[in-house]
């Protein structure tokens, strides 16, 4: 949902400032998620969506651009 969308876009803004995330073609391998970003941001979508995401979700597929993370987002919400 484009809502999801939104809401991933804004958190990310929040954990890595100065960043265009959505213009970055892949925030994994570029390093802007890197293993501190990526546990803020576990805690960030699990506050905000009221998800769980375990160690089997934290593959970089699901966390490599803000369409991927909102994809995976409502998965968990489906």
Not at 7 to 17: A, H, S, T, Y
Not at 48 to 56: K, M, Q, R
């Amino acid at each position: 949902m484009e809502d999801t969308k939104q809401q991933v876009k804004e958190i990310l803004e929040r954990l890595v400032p100065g960043v265009d995330v959505e213009g970055t073609p892949d925030l994994v391998k570029a390093g802007v998620i890197d293993s501190m970003v990526s546990i803020m941001l576990v805690n960030e979508l699990e506050d905000a969506f009221d998800i769980e995401v375990t160690p089997l979700d934290m593959v970089p597929e699901n966390f490599s651009s803000v369409q991927a993370i909102a994809d995976f987002v409502d998965g968990k919400l489906a």
